[in-house]
């Protein structure tokens, strides 16, 4: 395979992934500038083997793709078939955070990076194959004791049964982290469970567009 079609190909892999050249140099324990220089620039004029061999489990991809010689075995996929490494799903962390007090606005839901999860403990908490989790940081209070402001939470954004629980939701065009109680006749209840924050009863279900539900918590000690 030509030099230019396994820049082209690898390329074409970052774009559609939305990965950065820095993120995947980094990755590689190179410099920031070295992927965006292969593809640029053509140096160096081959990828080194370990490197090829990461960047092809990183995107579920055949080594042969990025100029292994001869025919190289397919890399195993995660189990969702999304990117994986090693059994792992790469899971991306928003910057805004889920207010758990007056809300954050839409416009600021922007990657700020991506974290490995094992595909295996996804499952035992509860996070299909087929969704497209998300890990966003708590800002507030209002939900406290269940969930303190600076919590990371993992949030399965796959579409979900109408069931009492914690979720991300859009209300009043804003982000907030609340519990929801689903009520008979369709209504809803929008609950803060730190009782200095008001929680809100007999809501249209049509003004609350559910995100996704938390399913996890960190918080640092």
């Given at each position: 395979?030509?030099?230019?079609?396994?820049?082209?190909?690898?390329?074409?892999?970052?774009?559609?992934?939305?990965?950065?050249?820095?993120?995947?140099?980094?990755?590689?324990?190179?410099?920031?500038?070295?992927?965006?220089?292969?593809?640029?620039?053509?140096?160096?004029?081959?990828?080194?083997?370990?490197?090829?061999?990461?960047?092809?489990?990183?995107?579920?991809?055949?080594?042969?793709?990025?100029?292994?010689?001869?025919?190289?075995?397919?890399?195993?996929?995660?189990?969702?078939?999304?990117?994986?490494?090693?059994?792992?799903?790469?899971?991306?962390?928003?910057?805004?955070?889920?207010?758990?007090?007056?809300?954050?606005?839409?416009?600021?839901?922007?990657?700020?990076?991506?974290?490995?999860?094992?595909?295996?403990?996804?499952?035992?908490?509860?996070?299909?194959?087929?969704?497209?989790?998300?890990?966003?940081?708590?800002?507030?209070?209002?939900?406290?004791?269940?969930?303190?402001?600076?919590?990371?939470?993992?949030?399965?954004?796959?579409?979900?049964?109408?069931?009492?629980?914690?979720?991300?939701?859009?209300?009043d065009d804003m982000l907030m982290v609340k519990r929801l109680a689903f009520g008979p006749g369709g209504q809803l209840s929008v609950i803060s469970?730190?009782?200095?924050?008001?929680?809100?009863?007999?809501?249209?279900?049509?003004?609350?567009?559910?995100?996704?539900?938390?399913?996890?918590?960190?918080?640092?000690?």
């Amino acid at each position: 395979m030509e030099n230019m079609e396994i820049r082209e190909n690898l390329d074409r892999l970052v774009r559609e992934r939305g990965v950065s050249y820095s993120a995947l140099s980094e990755m590689l324990g190179r410099n920031a500038a070295y992927i965006q220089q292969f593809i640029r620039k053509g140096s160096p004029r081959k990828l080194d083997e370990a490197d090829r061999r990461v960047l092809a489990e990183f995107f579920g991809v055949s080594e042969d793709m990025l100029g292994a010689p001869g025919r190289s075995r397919p890399v195993g996929k995660s189990k969702d078939g999304g990117s994986g490494f090693n059994g792992m799903r790469f899971i991306p962390r928003l910057s805004v955070g889920a207010s758990a007090g007056s809300g954050a606005h839409n416009d600021d839901e922007l990657q700020a990076g991506r974290i490995a999860c094992d595909d295996a403990w996804l499952q035992k908490i509860g996070v299909s194959v087929a969704s497209e989790p998300s890990i966003i940081q708590v800002d507030g209070d209002s939900m406290e004791p269940s969930l303190k402001d600076g919590d990371d939470i993992l949030v399965d954004r796959s579409p979900q049964r109408a069931r009492d629980g914690i979720y991300v939701i859009r209300m009043d065009d804003m982000l907030m982290v609340k519990r929801l109680a689903f009520g008979p006749g369709g209504q809803l209840s929008v609950i803060s469970d730190n009782k200095q924050y008001p929680s809100y009863e007999g809501i249209d279900p049509a003004n609350v567009t559910i995100i996704g539900k938390v399913v996890w918590r960190g918080e640092k000690i």
